[in-house]
T-cell receptor, first 114, second 112 residues
Framework: DTAVSQTPKYLVTQMGNDKSIKCEQN?????MYWYKQDSKKFLKIMFS???????INETVPNRFSPKSPDKAHLNLHINSLELGDSAVYFC?????????????FGPGTRLTVL | SQQGEEDPQALSIQEGENATMNCSYKTSINNLQWYRQNSGRGLVHLILIRSNEREKHSGRLRVTLDTSKKSSSLLITASRAADTASYFCATDADNYGQNFVFGPGTRLSVLP
């Protein structure tokens, strides 16, 4: 059974478009995250969401917005895509937001902006 | 700069040898975690070590933590080709445990 799933796996789009990446976890976890991994493999946290509390990395442009329809889902919406948004985006979840809980990662979504 | 920085950036060894990767960080931490990422896949949690622990084992993995030097090491003993992956350390960036910082990773290649 897939613990954390993301769709799509690959996303190729034109600059200026708006796109969404979906994430679902079936682990019953309370906290979900979005990460961006650039071409140099640096993994940076973008958002964490727990019990309707959203914590945003201040370096993330406001073109990025997470949406959580329920506890098992945290989707990522990106408006006005730019070339620099090309990266692999990972969704993750943990039992709760406290440090010390391992995170379970999805397989990633490779976004290419042309 | 990165809170956690692994070194070396890349490591190539023969099957059966031991592999050691290091992680250095700058601020105080509550815990440190190590993750593995196979090519094209998500990260998989390997081991967590708390700030009051000095060493932890899990199978062929051994992790040490030296809070005075702000460093940790991951040792993989008797490496196998399947251990080929990138290895990342992660530290907490705040007291709420919801802002984790990953280092750039060490790319380990285990040659058969």
């Amino acid at each position: 059974d897939t613990a954390v799933s993301q769709t799509p796996k690959y996303l190729v789009t034109q600059m200026g478009n708006d796109k969404s990446i979906k994430c679902e976890q079936n682990l019953g976890h309370d906290t979900m995250y979005w990460y961006k991994q650039d071409s140099k493999k640096f993994l940076k946290i973008m958002f964490s969401y727990n019990n309707k509390e959203l914590i945003i990395n201040e370096t993330v442009p406001n073109r990025f917005s997470p949406k959580s329809p329920d506890k098992a889902h945290l989707n990522l919406h990106i408006n006005s895509l730019e070339l620099g948004d090309s990266a692999v985006y990972f969704c993750a979840s943990s039992q709760d937001g406290r440090w010390g809980n391992e995170q379970f990662f999805g397989p990633g979504t490779r976004l290419t902006v042309l | 700069s990165q809170q956690g920085e692994e070194d070396p950036q890349a490591l190539s060894i023969q099957e059966g040898e031991n592999a050691t990767m290091n992680c250095s960080y700058k601020t105080s931490i509550n815990n440190l975690q190590w993750y593995r990422q196979n090519s094209g896949r998500g990260l998989v949690h390997l081991i967590l070590i708390r700030s009051n622990e000095r060493e932890k084992h899990s199978g062929r993995l051994r992790v040490t933590l030296d809070t005075s030097k702000k460093s940790s090491s991951l040792l993989i003993t008797a490496s196998r080709a399947a251990d080929t992956a990138s290895y990342f350390c992660a530290t907490d960036a705040d007291n709420y445990g919801q802002n984790f910082v990953f280092g750039p990773g060490t790319r380990l290649s285990v040659l058969p």
